[in-house]
């Protein structure tokens, strides 16, 4: 029952004439009185958080206006209107799914910095539950980041997760990849939204594009799901700035061999960040691990490649996922160097050691987990936690 009549009615009068119908229906008359409702199918969820602007991002079964109220307090005062828009197949594959569903994507902007604000979707017949974001830290201000990935397939254990890492409170949350089993089934989305749910709705994610995310050529929902910052190239690497720190995004699906456009992208990116007198520490993200003793193992690419960028530019730490388990590794020629972190062990069945790389001896484990990183400062400190809520690393760099 999706698609009902489009119907707008004020929320109250809505109540009424849904309470009519159902005392019709339950009354046993013989023709049952359905009344026009709009749903949230997905979210609301946030995206690319900034000191000054957040971008909140909705789906509904029915066409409506995309409309959030936002406030310093739960009476709100101020409210903006975004876009409504349709995702189209591919133009290259027109076959792809589409989702029976509209998309709403508002931006709010002239927010103030590390400041907390209640919102609320109300272009719909209910209103979304009051919700709570909080815009991005300046360069002085202390922050906590969570980073989880691989939590496709197995949705308990993607729950299990998930619930782990709601009371952190993370400033926002970067996912290594593989959200979805199959990129272009649209129940895989359905799915992935309505687990993450609780966590998405108050804290902003940061997605890498990993290689199920590309399953079936479903780049195309990846890309309209997601507000991401923007970027040259294909869409699907990028970066930002939180605090004293820069994060980049980078994609283990597309070209990253010196003198690819991204390649040169993320050495641009990278040099701006580390002449940046704001920027502190640089953290990097993507899929496929550069070092893993996982069942995937680490990539001669990655490491020929994007390693010396990594060492030039002083990135304290870099995640990945693609193998379900947690690692962590570094050259032991260099023990002040980049850390390299394999984060798969959102949900996704958790793989064995396959074969021990010399750069990560000893700190595997197969668990569903979470890594918090606290910046402050200079600081960094590394919690991981696994879901019965065991710390299965901590260290601290600078
Ligand atoms: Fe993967």
Redesign the pocket.
């Known amino acids: 029952m999706r698609k009902l009549f489009k119907l707008h009615l004020p929320p109250r009068l809505t109540l009424l004439f849904v309470s009519l119908a159902f005392t019709v229906a339950l009354s046993g008359c013989a023709k049952k009185i359905i009344l026009g409702n709009t749903r949230i199918l997905k979210g609301p969820y946030l995206q690319n958080v900034t000191q000054g602007n957040i971008t909140i991002r909705w789906e509904t079964d029915i066409d409506s206006p995309s409309e959030v109220a936002y406030g310093n307090s739960i009476h709100y005062g101020r409210s903006v209107i975004g876009r409504t828009f349709t995702i189209e197949a591919p133009t290259t594959n027109e076959t792809s799914p589409i989702p029976d569903a509209f998309q709403h994507e508002v931006v709010i902007s002239g927010l103030i910095p590390s400041t907390e604000y209640h919102y609320q979707v109300t272009s719909v017949a209910l209103p979304s539950e009051d919700s709570i974001f909080t815009t991005a830290a300046t360069p002085s201000d202390p922050f906590r980041f969570v980073v989880y990935g ?1 939590n496709r397939t197995n949705h308990d254990d993607h729950q299990a997760v998930v619930e782990a890492i709601i009371p952190t409170r993370p400033d926002f949350l970067v996912n290594t ?2 959200l979805v089993n199959v990129g272009v089934i649209l129940e895989d989305w359905d799915k992935f939204f309505e687990i993450e749910q609780p966590l998405l709705k108050s804290f902003p994610l940061f997605p890498c594009f ?3 995310e590309g399953l079936g050529g479903g780049e195309y929902l990846f890309k309209d799901y997601f507000s991401l910052p923007e970027s040259t190239g294909s869409g699907l690497y990028y970066s930002f700035n939180y605090g004293n720190s820069h994060f980049i995004i980078i994609n283990t699906e597309e070209a990253i061999s010196p003198g690819s456009d991204q390649y040169n992208w993320v050495a641009n990116d990278l040099a701006a960040a580390g002449g940046n007198p704001d920027i502190a520490h640089i953290f990097a993200f993507f ?2 691990p550069a070092y893993s003793s996982g069942r ?1 193992g680490g990539s001669e690419a990655l490491t020929t490649s994007l390693v010396p960028l990594f060492k030039t530019y002083d990135v304290d730490i870099v995640f990945s ?2 193998d379900h388990d947690y690692e962590r590794c570094q050259d032991p020629a260099i023990p002040e160097g980049t850390i390299y972190i394999v984060t ?1 062990g959102g949900g996704a069945p958790l793989y064995d050691i396959k074969a021990e790389n010399p750069f990560c001896l000893g700190t595997f484990k197969k668990k569903h987990h979470f890594c918090q990183v606290d910046v402050s400062g200079n600081n960094i400190d590394v919690v991981v936690t696994d879901t019965a809520g065991n710390t299965i690393d901590s260290f601290s760099t600078h």
Request: net charge negative; no cysteine; proline share 0%.
């Open positions: 691989d990849g593989d990993g290689n199920h899929h496929r995937h996922g693609h798969g």
